[in-house]
Structures are given as structure tokens and as C-alpha cells.
T-cell receptor, first 114, second 112 residues
Framework: GAVVSQHPSRVICKSGTSVKIECRSL??????MFWYRQFPKQSLMLMAT?????????EQGVEKDKFLINHASLTLSTLTVTSAHPEDSSFYIC??????????FGPGTRLTVL | EDKVVQSPLSLVVHEGDTVTLNCSYE??????LLWYKQEKKAPTFLFML????IEKKSGRLSSILDKKELFSILNITATQTGDSAVYLC????????????FGKGTKLTVNP
């Protein structure tokens, strides 16, 4: 199997604070990890592609200074939402690509910004 | 712009019914089409399709891809309440920016 974990599963923070979300591939190494955002009743929208040891590639419209991505090892990528605002409240899901080319998804992080 | 369109957006059936979920796509560089099941949390992988006309089957679920007409269907036979979920279709592109482009999903509700 392929297991991907995320931490925390749920976070509530005040407007203006920063929040860090971790994504780990537990039983395989992932050169590439992806970060998605999902609003209620909407589909997953790719935010950025995270490659181990290099800068992340952001999708159009995603602010790289606001959503900081670090992929320091083959099993860990982090997403930091800086100066969070209520409109950043969403469900954030990461995925890790196995060598088969399949993406395995983490359980997601529900972010609520008050 | 790459896009994936799923229909219907929602579907309510009774246990034992058979359902067909549709997915059409328009992408620049197609590599594969994937189906996921999403219950309360993260999507779980169902099928990956790369070739036209070859049906993939797993228990009561099956799927097929038509690369000429740019669509795929996901069939579920003898539905059970545990099949209630959002079913997501995604297309993987290839080339300089490999990524998954998701449809909005079909919310399936199976009533007892």
C-alpha cells in the first residue's frame, strides 16, 4: 500500500496568523508531492507541485509568498499559509506520487480562519 | 484551458440499482484518466485508464475510456449504501507540467 498522512487534521486560527500543514509519505519515498485546495461542493484545485530539493511550481493565481511550500526530504512536504484570512478557510489536501505514477492522497486538513 | 466535466452532479438511487457516472474532458496533453471515491476525507483511488476500449473492473465497479470521444464512464452495479460518496474523475496531463485536473465530482446517494 501507500499511506500519506497530514497533520493537523483540523486547525482553527485567528486572522493574521500563520499555519503550517505537514504532509508525509509513510511507507514510500516521494520525489513529487502536490497540494490541493477544496472549497465546499467544489472539486480539488491544484495549488502547487512540490519537488524535493527544488522550488515549488505554483499554479496560476496562487500566491507563492502566501502559500509557502517546503519539500525538504523525500517523505515530507510542508505548506505554510502566511497571514491567514477568513477567505483562506478551506480543506487542504496533499498527495504524494509513487514511482508507479499514481498519486496517493492524505486525509486532508480543515483550516478555519476566524 | 484544460477541463474535466462530470455528470450528473448528483444522483440518488435505491440499493440494488445500477448507476453510470460520466466524465468528459478537454486537455492539451492527455496521459491518463483516473477515478477516485471521496467520502468524508481524502480521495481513494479506484481506476486508472490509459487505453481506449479496455474495461477495468473491480468487484461491482467498472470503468472504460473512449479516447476518440474524450470521455469515460464509471459503472456501479447492485449499489449498496456504502457506495454513497462523491466520485471524482481526473485527467493527468503530460509534458512540461504534469498534473491532475479534476472534475467537480458526482455525489452519489444510495438509499436503503
Amino acid at each position: 500500500g501507500a499511506v500519506v498522512s497530514q497533520h493537523p487534521s483540523r486547525v482553527i486560527c485567528k486572522s493574521g496568523t500563520s499555519v503550517k500543514i505537514e504532509c508525509r509519505s509513510l511507507d514510500f519515498q516521494a520525489t513529487t508531492m502536490f497540494w490541493y485546495r477544496q472549497f465546499p461542493k467544489q472539486s480539488l484545485m491544484l495549488m502547487a507541485t512540490s519537488n524535493e530539493g527544488s522550488k515549488a511550481t505554483y499554479e496560476q493565481g496562487v500566491e507563492k509568498d502566501k502559500f509557502l511550500i517546503n519539500h525538504a526530504s523525500l517523505t515530507l512536504s510542508t505548506l505554510t499559509v502566511t497571514s491567514a484570512h477568513p477567505e483562506d478557510s478551506s480543506f487542504y489536501i496533499c498527495s504524494a506520487e509513487k514511482d508507479s505514477g499514481l498519486e496517493y492522497f492524505g486525509p486532508g486538513t480543515r483550516l478555519t480562519v476566524l | 484551458e484544460d477541463k474535466v466535466v462530470q455528470s450528473p452532479l448528483s444522483l440518488v438511487v435505491h440499493e440494488g440499482d445500477t448507476v453510470t457516472l460520466n466524465c468528459s474532458y478537454e486537455v492539451t496533453n492527455f496521459r491518463s484518466l483516473l477515478w477516485y471515491k471521496q467520502e468524508k476525507k481524502a480521495p481513494t483511488f479506484l481506476f486508472m485508464l490509459t487505453s481506449s476500449g479496455i474495461e477495468k473492473k473491480s468487484g461491482r465497479l467498472s470503468s472504460i475510456l473512449d479516447k476518440k470521444e474524450l470521455f469515460s464512464i464509471l459503472n456501479i452495479t447492485a449499489t449498496q449504501t456504502g457506495d454513497s460518496a462523491v466520485y471524482l474523475c481526473a485527467v493527468r496531463t503530460q509534458g512540461g507540467s504534469e498534473k491532475l485536473v479534476f472534475g467537480k465530482g458526482t455525489k452519489l446517494t444510495v438509499n436503503p
